[in-house]
């Protein structure tokens, strides 16, 4: 999680959201926090094997940027009003306009980062 003017999201938050629609988990860049902060999120197959994460825009929006990343390596990144969809299987990573959420869960708890 990214903040360009290094005083957290002001109000936005990041929603990770599993197959069937119900939300996993929620987070955000505080503003004790600067302008970087990272959580981490699982992909359990077993809920399905793809999540969205989607981030909302907060009272200062074009300050908000984000990546997600699995072992190290990026597979999505955007900014507020976008989602990016993850999937066990290495699939997804797409990003596009909407609402907020991120994540990333797997049977082997592989660990990702925002």
């Known amino acids: 999680m990214f903040d360009t ?7 936005a938050y990041w929603t990770w959201i ?7 988990s929620t987070g955000t860049l505080g503003y004790g926090d600067g302008d970087y ?3 981490v999120v699982c992909i359990w197959d077993g809920a399905g094997p793809c999540y969205t994460f989607a981030v909302g825009d907060g ?13 190290g390596e990026v597979q ?17 990573g797409s990003s596009g306009g909407g609402g907020g959420a991120e ?10 980062e925002e």
């Open 18 to 24: 599993d197959n069937s629609g119900s939300i996993q």
């Open 76 to 92: 999505a990144e955007g900014a507020y009003n976008e989602q990016a969809e993850v999937c066990s299987d290495g699939s997804g």
């Open 5 to 11: 003017y290094g005083d957290g999201w002001n109000g």
């Open 37 to 39: 902060g990272e959580d």
């Open 103 to 112: 994540e990333d869960d797997d049977e082997e708890d592989d660990d990702e």
């Open 59 to 71: 009272d200062y929006p074009t300050e908000i940027t984000w990546s997600l990343t699995v072992d």
